[in-house]
């Protein structure tokens, strides 16, 4: 494949592409090297304003020499340049090679301007590489449909123009133009999945079949598709399963879906939430359990940073919730209160100038055997049967902060104020407000 045929390639690439500034993440090795050069020498990719960010990972001796390495090419082909360093930090278990990568992206993605489009070099053997990758990960249609062309990112889009390009084409632009370009020693390392991958696999399936790397492409290509008509409909399922709040979900009628659905509007609505997934084995004991817990139960499935909690019928997803110590309490006088184990901020505010001082406040948290009797009621009730009438979730329940005077119970936080407590707040000029901490 001759170098006009990457030419051509990008310029239709560079046309279908959203009309904004181009920042090309290199890295000093071939892909993105090439890709700089190309760019760099289409007007048209000038004229956007193109300009090329390297990440310095600092993770071997010669990574300042990388630094300038770029810094020279860019300034060879006149394209402005600049450097991020990160520190990579191992987090959830993560290798090296993962946490890079995140440390990576995150820089990136802070470069990046307002619909700016941040171009990176990946080609055919790499979707070939990264559709293997998922398959031995138990990937659905999503995961081996592969890399997208062009996908959101950040503040704009992450492009990749050379996806239908092997690898020999940029060796061959490379070598056509003398492009000085460095290979980092960590592709050589095979105990990283990737390397494995293509030191070790790809080359054996090529000699076998020799179209090896079109095959994969197609592979990615109808599984992209299947995925984005799958997507579509979990878009409209999801619309419909979705409670008032955001946060639920109707379970029984998210379990009637198709299989092919099910997983995806799961994934999805947790995606918005900005929850993370739960792997296959955690979504199928999620389903279990809804299926198999009684109608009393309160079935509670975790994984990281996520509590998936169902009550009536709905489905609830959040981060784990702390429990305050049902011991606790405090003395107030009406100035900003933060509660404990993320639940809320309580505060009393002046309604008129003249408002009293207050005497001293208990606050604490429901022991069991509470009851009060609301403003506007003829009789006294349980808190147990007013926070079942309505709806409040057994998990929320002894997150509420109750204020008392002495003995007498003057509020459940802002949901219900007693005949006392409407008196004792009238008198002193104050409304009490609870402000509800996310997810709480």
Known sequence: MNENKLIAILKQALADAPGHAIVVALSGG??????????????????????????????????????????????????????????????NGDGLEAAARGARYAALAHQLGDGELLAVAQHRDD??????????????????????????????????????????????????????????PSNADETLSRNFVRRQ??????????????????????????????????????????GLDPTTLRWAEW???????????????????????????????????????AAQSLPCVRWNGVEM????????????????????????????????????????????????????LLVRFRRGGESLKPVGNTHTRELRLLFQESGITPWQRGRIPLVYHGKVLLAVGDLWISDAGAEFFAAHQRRLVWQVADFA
């Not at 999805?268 to 993370?276: E, I, K, S, V, Y």
């Open 309 to 360: 909690r169902r009550y009536r019928d709905l489905l609830y997803a959040m981060p784990p919730l702390q429990v305050p110590h049902e011991e606790w309490h405090t003395d107030w006088c009406g100035e900003r209160l933060r509660l404990p184990a993320h639940c809320g901020e309580l505060t009393l505010e002046n309604i008129a100038h003249n408002a009293t001082e207050l005497p001293i």
């Open 30 to 91: 071939l892909d993105s090297s090439v890709l700089l050069h190309a760019l760099a020498n289409l007007p048209e990719a000038c004229a956007r304003g193109l300009r090329t960010v390297h990440v310095d990972h600092g993770l071997h001796a010669d990574s300042s020499c990388w630094v300038e390495h770029c810094r020279a090419l860019a300034q060879s082909l006149l394209v402005p340049f600049e450097s991020v360093a990160v520190a990579v930090t191992r987090t």
């Open 127 to 184: 979707q070939s590489e990264t559709v293997l990758l998922k398959l031995m990960r138990g990937a659905g249609p999503e995961g081996l449909g592969g890399m997208r062309p062009l996908r959101p990112f950040a503040r704009g889009q992450l492009w990749r123009p050379l996806l239908s390009l092997p690898r020999s084409a940029l060796k061959n632009y490379a070598d056509t133009h003398a492009i000085n370009w460095l290979d980092d």
């Open 255 to 293: 379990l009637d879906l198709p299989e092919a659905l099910r997983d995806p509007v799961l994934r999805l609505w947790l995606r918005d939430l900005r929850l993370a997934e739960p792997t296959h084995a955690q979504a199928l004991e999620l389903q279990r359990q809804l299926r198999e817990a």
């Open 201 to 242: 696999i790809l080359p054996r399936l090529r000699q076998h079949w020799r179209e090896c790397d079109t095959a994969l492409s197609h592979t990615a290509q109808w599984n992209r598709s299947a995925a984005d008509f799958i997507l579509d409909h979990a878009r409209r399922a999801l619309a419909k399963l979705r």
